[in-house]
């Protein structure tokens, strides 16, 4: 079984090798060092702060080895500036045809996913039907259930 690519710009790369080693490098001691001093107060098996600063290092772990293995199968894709087509870090406007209005996404890799700010992967069902389309362009959403609509791109930036 092979390893999962994550397509990137070195911008997305460089991102994450930071949050790695802030993690690492300041996060993780400050979790330790709270253990620490949880432990010197005695009894572990009633001792709350202890039972939240393990739970943090597992969180904490369980995060650097996330990006750990995102960096190593990072594939780097040379960052695009023509707005011609859709691609990574596009701003594509488009118009949604069932429901009658516009959208702005963002198109970004599967590591700097922010849905919430219509930031969304290049590999979602909609960031996948967007990519490499031209403005006037109407592509065709398939979504997970076998359904489909249809999305107008109206801009690139």
Same mark, same amino acid.
């Given at each position: 079984?092979?390893?999962?690519?994550?397509?990137?710009?070195?911008?997305?790369?460089?991102?994450?090798?930071?949050? @790695?080693?802030?993690?690492?490098?300041?996060?993780?001691?400050?979790?330790?060092?709270?253990?620490?001093?949880?432990?010197?107060?005695?009894?572990?098996?009633?001792?709350?702060?202890?039972?939240?600063?393990?739970?943090?290092?597992?969180?904490?772990?369980?995060?650097?080895?996330? @990006?750990?293995?995102?960096?190593?199968?990072?594939?780097?894709?040379?960052?695009?500036?023509?707005?011609?087509?859709?691609? @990574?870090?596009?701003?594509?406007?488009?118009?949604?045809?069932?429901?009658?209005?516009?959208?702005?996404?963002?198109?970004?890799?599967?590591?700097?996913?922010?849905?919430?700010?219509?930031?969304?992967?290049?590999?979602?069902?909609?960031?996948?039907? @967007?990519?490499?389309?031209?403005?006037?362009?109407?592509?065709?959403?398939?979504?997970?259930?076998?359904?489909?609509?249809?999305?107008?791109?109206?801009?690139?930036?």
């Amino acid at each position: 079984m092979s390893d999962q690519q994550y397509v990137m710009t070195k911008k997305n790369y460089d991102a994450l090798v930071a949050e @790695l080693d802030n993690l690492v490098k300041v996060k993780r001691p400050e979790i330790i060092e709270r253990i620490a001093e949880a432990r010197s107060h005695g009894d572990l098996s009633e001792n709350a702060e202890y039972d939240a600063a393990r739970e943090e290092q597992r969180s904490n772990e369980g995060k650097i080895a996330e @990006l750990e293995y995102q960096i190593k199968n990072a594939v780097i894709q040379e960052e695009i500036t023509d707005n011609s087509y859709v691609h @990574l870090d596009s701003v594509v406007t488009v118009y949604d045809e069932d429901m009658g209005g516009d959208e702005v996404y963002t198109i970004t890799s599967v590591t700097d996913v922010d849905v919430m700010n219509n930031k969304i992967s290049s590999e979602s069902p909609v960031g996948a039907a @967007l990519m490499k389309h031209k403005k006037g362009d109407v592509v065709t959403v398939l979504c997970p259930d076998g359904s489909t609509y249809k999305l107008k791109i109206k801009d690139i930036k």
